[in-house]
């Protein structure tokens, strides 16, 4: 899947509040950092994994399913595996009327629930992460000391 840099970034910028659905309490699990990315950057995180339903993460108390949101959410955060996709893009229809985003990370693809969402108005982004795009479109690698054109075991 090719998605253009404007597209990203537009999604990037218009999005401030994110459900993160199998968001982990472990600190270095990749769906914690990249929620708490997410979360030092300005967006507001709302954390999704009924094994922690009701602990905080991030400010926010841990909802059990996307059902349980009751605040408006801009984009759904997929750190699950692809057949559970469906389900939850069928739950973000039914339960997130303002959503503008599905996004499913590193290793995840759904073609037929990405197809569902688009038929619905919704943007989607597949096999990618957040952050990652974030930090390369906003020009956070370089500062990280990435992508700085030099390829050395010297310094």
Same mark, same amino acid.
């Given at each position: 899947?090719? $998605?253009?840099?404007? $597209?990203?970034?537009?999604?990037?910028?218009?999005?401030? #509040?994110?459900?993160?659905?199998?968001?982990?309490?472990?600190? #270095?699990?990749?769906?914690?950092? #990249?929620?708490? $990315?997410?979360?030092?950057?300005?967006?507001?995180?709302?954390?999704?994994?009924?094994?922690?339903?009701?602990?905080?993460?991030?400010?926010?108390?841990?909802?059990?399913?996307?059902?349980?949101?009751?605040?408006?959410?801009?984009?759904?955060?997929?750190?699950?595996?692809?057949?559970?996709?469906?389900?939850?893009?069928?739950?973000?229809?039914?339960?997130?009327?303002?959503?503008?985003?599905?996004?499913?990370?590193?290793?995840?693809?759904?073609?037929?629930?990405?197809?569902?969402?688009?038929?619905?108005?919704?943007?989607?982004?597949?096999?990618?992460?957040?952050?990652?795009?974030?930090?390369?479109?906003?020009?956070?690698?370089?500062?990280?000391?990435?992508?700085?054109? #030099?390829?050395?075991?010297?310094?």
């Amino acid at each position: 899947m090719s $998605y253009s840099d404007k $597209y990203l970034r537009d999604i990037l910028n218009r999005t401030k #509040v994110v459900a993160v659905v199998g968001v982990s309490s472990n600190p #270095v699990r990749p769906s914690y950092y #990249v929620a708490r $990315y997410l979360k030092l950057k300005g967006y507001t995180v709302i954390p999704v994994n009924p094994v922690y339903e009701g602990q905080e993460l991030f400010g926010q108390k841990v909802r059990a399913s996307l059902e349980d949101i009751t605040e408006p959410v801009d984009m759904v955060d997929i750190f699950r595996r692809s057949e559970a996709v469906p389900e939850i893009v069928d739950e973000a229809l039914e339960h997130l009327p303002q959503l503008k985003t599905i996004w499913m990370q590193i290793g995840v693809e759904h073609a037929e629930a990405a197809a569902k969402a688009e038929a619905a108005g919704i943007d989607v982004i597949q096999n990618r992460c957040p952050k990652i795009e974030y930090q390369r479109l906003f020009g956070e690698l370089r500062m990280g000391g990435f992508a700085t054109g #030099v390829i050395s075991s010297k310094l």
